[in-house]
């Protein structure tokens, strides 16, 4: 196998042998390069041309299954192979071949690299349009580019070609994220800041894991009235803040921290998980028959609730488990017992005037969006002492899982708004666009000419895409860690640098300086 697409790839370099360092072993790995090659296939038959929702959903589908941390099981990616192959001659006599991936894992390294921004940029931009897919929200424009995408990977292009479609990938992904916005907006309310619990109340409960809103809403209809509460886990959390979410009065709080604590945190925990995208990690004896899954996440002998969304075996195993017999206070990274979340665009802007009033007159300095995924290495830590360091007149914007290293904090408030301000998931990284957008339009002047600074974290290919969403904006100067991809080759690494500013981190006291005093 070989394998480079997340942060945690083995030795820095890619993860080959056995297994990878997610736990991904050899046979999933090569059904997925089989599932990615078969996908390539059938958008090379169709780009340009006719193709019907369901070859949308395939891809959308096979793309979003080989995100890190999404699907271990391999008989599951060998019906999704199927399903592409049946989807292929449903619709056509094959007229390319399918694509053979060792052939991109072993091109020119800076070819192999410019295809990889594309390809994990696809499979992030995928898992986003799956969401708003399943509430009824789709884009032709958004659409179309996963078939031009994959049959770019598997053509034969220069360098010179290959960067315009790089930066494709990220406007395309743009609209992609507004689309799931206008989606989740539309469908749940717009987000209203809420302040979250992170004790869990004595009684049977159930937590849920991932980006699905709609799973989240489907569970609480079907745990109406039974006596369960729901608690949100990861990149769920932000879902407290729609008003159609929270007027559920069993969805009490959150559990836990970010995915890479899981193994951990559910040891013998006395209720059912529900995942409904990733991150999964390999499951752990100790809760190995509590663990369900949904979407397009699958593990090996877990139970898995199919399209129909019965949520019965749910409920079950959490009245059989019981919960905890008393309440019991939580807290998260630092100490916290409670954390804050919806501070997205429509918040935000809602708020515009104050915002705007307080750098005019100065008692705001300076925005910091610190955010991305979180992961498991000890260089993370540098984005909680990022956030301690902050000048106490700077804002901190934040979204998506990287977040529960420091969203237990309080770093008290500026003129009435909070210093930490959680926008939501790493999609929301489009509420993030639209604030910068904003604030630029008010003082007249560009997003990079703001006092804002972008500190990502990145781990997998969402963030990839949010990566490129941000650089298809023209936005500079932008800080990413804890290591830089190793799909990145040096010379598209300069690429970046020269055109775009792109720094690692280094230590937050000399990113703090730099910053400040640019
Ligand atoms: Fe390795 Fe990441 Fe690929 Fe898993 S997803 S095999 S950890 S590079
Ligand atoms: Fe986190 Fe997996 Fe990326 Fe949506 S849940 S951000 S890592």
Not at 69 to 80: A, K, P, T
Not at 148 to 172: I, Q, Y
Not at 274 to 295: A, G, H, W
Not at 445 to 455: A, E, K, R, T, W
């Amino acid at each position: 196998m070989f394998c480079f697409q997340c942060e945690q790839t083995a030795g820095c370099s890619g993860c080959t042998g056995a297994q990878g360092v997610c736990g991904k072993k050899e046979d999933t790995a090569l059904l997925q390069d089989e599932l990615t090659g078969a996908l390539i296939g059938l958008a090379r038959d169709f780009y340009g041309r006719d193709h019907g929702a369901s070859a949308d959903r395939v891809i959308i589908e096979g793309l979003f299954t080989t995100i890190t941390n999404v699907n271990f099981d391999s008989e599951d990616i060998r019906r999704r192979i199927d399903a592409v192959r049946a989807e292929r001659s449903r619709l056509t006599a094959a007229v390319a071949g399918e694509y053979d991936m060792n052939r991109l894992w072993r091109d020119d390294e800076d070819i192999r690299s410019l295809k990889s921004l594309i390809l994990f940029g696809l499979r992030g931009m995928a898992a986003y349009a799956y969401h708003a897919l399943v509430l009824g929200y789709t884009d032709g424009e958004v659409n179309n580019f996963f078939y031009k995408g994959l049959a770019v990977v598997g053509g034969t292009f220069g360098m010179d070609e290959l960067l315009p479609v790089v930066m494709e990938t990220g406007k395309v992904n743009l609209k992609c994220m507004e689309l799931l916005d206008r989606a989740n907006t539309e469908t749940y309310g717009s987000p209203v800041p809420v302040t979250v619990p992170l004790t869990i109340e004595k009684g049977p409960f159930i937590v849920i894991s991932g980006h699905d809103l709609r799973d989240l809403q489907l569970l609480l209809e079907q745990t109406r009235g039974k006596g369960i509460n729901v608690y949100t886990h990861g990149e769920m959390l932000p879902a407290h803040a729609y008003p159609k979410l929270k007027e559920y009065p069993q969805l009490k709080g959150n559990f836990g921290t970010a995915w890479q604590n899981q193994q951990k945190e559910f040891k013998d925990i006395p209720a059912p998980v529900l995942f409904t995208t990733n991150c999964l990690m390999p499951v752990k004896d100790s809760y190995r028959d509590r663990v369900f899954t949904t979407e397009v996440v699958a593990y090996p002998d877990m139970v898995h609730i199919d399209e129909e969304k019965d949520f019965t075996p749910v409920i079950e195993k959490a009245l059989e488990l019981g919960g905890y017999a008393e309440d019991r206070v939580m807290t998260g990274i630092n100490g916290g017992t409670q954390v804050t979340t919806g501070f997205a665009h429509g918040a935000v802007l809602g708020a515009a005037d104050k915002v705007v009033e307080a750098v005019k007159s100065g008692a705001i300095s300076h925005f910091f969006l610190v955010g991305g995924c979180d992961g498991a290495k000890p260089g993370r830590n540098y984005y909680t002492e990022f956030v301690k360091q902050a000048p106490k007149d700077s804002m901190i914007l934040t979204l998506a899982c990287g977040k529960y290293r420091f969203n237990d904090l309080d770093l008290g408030s500026i003129g009435g708004l909070p210093r930490i301000m959680d926008m939501g998931q790493c999609n929301d990284a489009y509420s993030a666009v639209r604030v910068a957008s904003a604030l630029a339009e008010a003082f007249g002047c560009g997003v990079n000419d703001l006092p804002l600074s972008i500190v990502l974290s990145w781990y997998e290919q969402k963030a990839v895409c949010v990566l490129l969403s941000l650089l298809s904006l023209g936005i500079k100067n932008i800080y990413i860690g804890p290591t830089l991809p190793a799909f990145l080759s040096q010379n598209v690494l300069n690429v970046l640098v020269e055109q775009f500013g792109i720094s690692p981190i280094s230590t937050p006291e000399e990113d703090l300086k730099k910053i400040l005093n640019r």
